[in-house]
């Protein structure tokens, strides 16, 4: 093996708790949606008419961009992540909520306004912070040893070759036995492309009985 085999470990699990986040701005949108349309069946006029169809609005198009994420769900991994829409349209729903605010107290400051605009850049910078945490879920391959990460929480496995006892590939599951004991599974069953991961594992075991 005479280059460097790096995989990414796309979890399906990550991906559902990302997604639940995102499902989080749904119930607030439900209710300025309701505000807005309370506000003008009440007559609202100025500034108030155009604060109510701006919460009608920003509430509507982040319901639609929840549903169309449900209804492609299933991630493309040789996609670039670019902006988070669905993020960029809660941080519109936060400043609308922030000009409520302002209407009534005629403060700008506020805490919706701060939660709005750090919402708004994270958006924005969604792909470097995405390409960010890849990094930190990999399989790397190399001639001097093994490395898993799997993100700054866990500690990551490193293991050179002449430590590694046996690799084992199954259906679900992956298994890198060391001659000290320890014994580090992957479960492929919570990956997306499990068969690039276990494909890489593969070649590594081939090498290990070569």
């Keep these: 093996m005479s280059e460097t085999i790096s995989v990414p470990l796309h979890s399906k699990r990550r991906q559902r708790a990302m997604t639940l986040q995102h499902l989080q701005h749904a119930i607030p949108a439900f209710g300025l949606a309701i505000g807005g349309i309370q ?15 701006a919460e009608v609005l920003t509430s509507s198009v982040l319901v639609v961009a929840l549903a169309r994420h449900l209804r492609h769900s299933q991630p493309s991994h040789h996609h670039r992540n670019g902006i988070d829409w669905i993020t960029v349209f809660a941080a519109a729903m936060l400043f609308t909520e922030a000009g409520e605010k302002w209407n009534h107290s005629g403060k700008w400051f506020s805490p919706q306004t701060l939660t709005a605009v750090a919402t708004l850049v994270t958006a924005l910078l969604n792909e470097r912070l995405s390409a960010r945490r890849q990094r930190r879920r990999m399989l790397h391959i190399s001639e001097d040893e093994i490395a898993i990460a799997r993100g700054p ?29 320890r014994h580090e599974r992957l479960n492929l069953k919570d990956l997306h492309n499990a068969h690039e991961v276990a494909a890489a ?3 590594a075991q081939h090498r290990l009985l070569g």
């Design 39 to 53: 506000a003008l069946q009440a007559g609202a006029h100025g500034f108030e008419f155009g604060l109510a169809i």
């Design 201 to 203: 594992l593969r070649a």
């Design 153 to 181: 929480l866990r500690p990551k496995f490193s293991v050179p070759w002449q430590e590694v006892k046996a690799i084992e590939v199954h259906e679900h599951e992956a298994l890198i036995h060391t001659h000290a004991g």
